[in-house]
């Protein structure tokens, strides 16, 4: 995963030094791994490269005309993710600021754009935006229980991909358990609770995160010894 963007930096380098035999297998290897793991930056910046050498230095027509297709499909993936990332960033400083009536509107007014773009592509980050989006427009109207459903598709969506999203994973599991407490749905806020300590490492901010929502749920349930408990290891981890 870290070592596509490693790679990246080499290609670069390669080309810059002279060294293009080399530079250009790697280029290739690095093309295949960045579609893995889905990095639409790499994956743009990639297929320019190996259209131009093919092009203009080797003048293969053929593999030239392969990764001009592959750099215009990249670019409409790339803006595509771009705009709903955009959106995405501008509804948070929305939401922390305007009215909820406000924020109704702005979802409303290009939540058919987005269910446009999810349906046209498929990859991790465009989802993964997506719902965080439908987060905020069920949160921003109380709807805890339309919230649980959506963190459950973005859980099941993530489940589908071959790479590791620790991350986006807790961030699904983080906004479920607050629902479940709200709802007092709290031994099925315990389950979630647990999958989010299993899934980040001790002593990390995420970490620290989820004990404060277990001691939150703990406090719901009125399992005092239990708070206190989860009190103990999250200072006995300083």
Known sequence: YQSCYKDWASVKILLAREGRNAGIELAEKLYRQAK?????????????????????????????????????????IQN?????????EELILQYNSKSSS??????????????????????????????????????????????????????????????????????????????????????EGKKVAEDCLTIKAPETYNWFKALELFIVLSFHTKEYQSALNIYQKATSNK
């Open 102 to 187: 406000t924020i109704a509107l702005s979802i409303q007014k290009f939540e058919d754009r987005f269910q446009e773009i999810i349906e046209t592509y498929h990859t991790y980050k465009i989802h993964y935006y997506f719902y965080l989006i439908l987060i905020i427009k069920f949160m921003n109207i109380h709807d805890y229980e339309k919230t649980i459903e959506v963190c459950d598709q973005g859980l099941a969506f993530i489940d589908t991909k071959p790479f590791q999203t620790k991350t986006s994973k807790a961030t699904f599991l983080y906004q479920k358990l607050a629902c479940c407490t709200q709802l007092r749905k709290y031994e």
């Open 36 to 76: 893995k793991f889905e990095f639409s930056d790499i994956l743009l910046d990639v297929s320019r490269i190996l259209r131009r050498h093919y092009s203009a230095v080797i003048g293969d027509a053929v593999k030239a005309k392969k990764y001009q297709k592959h750099a215009q499909q990249h670019l409409k």
């Open 80 to 88: 595509a993710e771009f705009e709903i990332e955009e959106f995405y």
